[in-house]
């Protein structure tokens, strides 16, 4: 059986008829939702979708940083004012 990963859980069932309802019960924490008592989804609200995205984006962006630090003996200098 899979953890769930969440404090707040609704059956499939429950989100069909008031969706709204579930996310202002939750106030902001993400929800569980479940099918036969087993996560199929977790639903969270925009904010902190588009967080998840930013912080996601700044990881890959990272990653990127750390990959060329190991290019720099093959980077070409120059100067700013000479562009």
Do not use: F
Not at 6 to 24: Q, R
Not at 50 to 78: F, N, P
């Amino acid at each position: 059986m899979r953890q769930v990963l969440s404090s707040c859980s609704a059956s499939i069932s429950e989100l069909k008829k008031n969706p709204t309802a579930l996310l202002n019960e939750a106030e902001g924490s993400p929800i569980a939702i479940l099918n036969h008592n087993v996560p199929a989804a977790y639903l969270v609200p925009a904010e902190t979708y588009e967080w998840l995205m930013d912080k996601l984006e700044d990881s890959e962006l990272a990653q990127i940083v750390k990959e060329r630090v190991g290019e720099k003996t093959d980077a070409i200098e120059i100067d700013i004012n000479e562009l």
